[in-house]
């Protein structure tokens, strides 16, 4: 009999312990937050990882609860000071940067582009700008992903050259 209680009581204790491992497929908590800036929006949840799917020719990356979708945004990176108005589009690069300049009168206008450490990685070229705009491509997709810097000279009639710098991204 002692044999039997034994037994039942080890029994019941083994059933316990397999039903207290046993964790559901749910979220435990409620708290979280969704949070949108012009970059994009993140929304996660407390014990989530926030990870995005990631896609690139056939292959797929996804991980955590929620699978957003990685969404690019284009913007114009502008430069408006002593007369001189530049625009560059889009923004993140990923085939080609535009440059849209404006002077006040024939002043020449040259673009490098350099690496976040300050090595230039192409000339864009020298461009004679006539006061009316001029506009300028450059194809970026053989340059690596990555952060640069556009810096653009404007040498008016004095002889003494104005500078501008502005960062970007290049995401082919």
Sequence with gaps: MIKHTALFCGLILACAQLSSQSIGQKVISSGG????????????TIGETAITTLKKDSSILTQGFEQGTLKRKSSIASIDAGG??????????????????????????????????????????????????????????GIPDGVYIAIISVTGESGSPQFFSRRFIINN
């Design 33 to 44: 937050t969704f949070k949108s800036t012009s970059a994009g929006s993140l929304t996660f």
């Design 84 to 141: 001189v108005s530049i625009s560059m589009y889009p923004v993140p690069a990923s085939t080609f940067i535009e440059f849209d300049i404006q002077t006040p009168g024939n002043e020449k206008v040259s673009i490098t582009i350099h690496d976040i450490l300050g090595n230039k990685v192409c000339e864009v070229g020298d461009i004679q700008s006539t006061g009316y705009g001029t506009h300028a491509l450059h194809g970026v997709s």
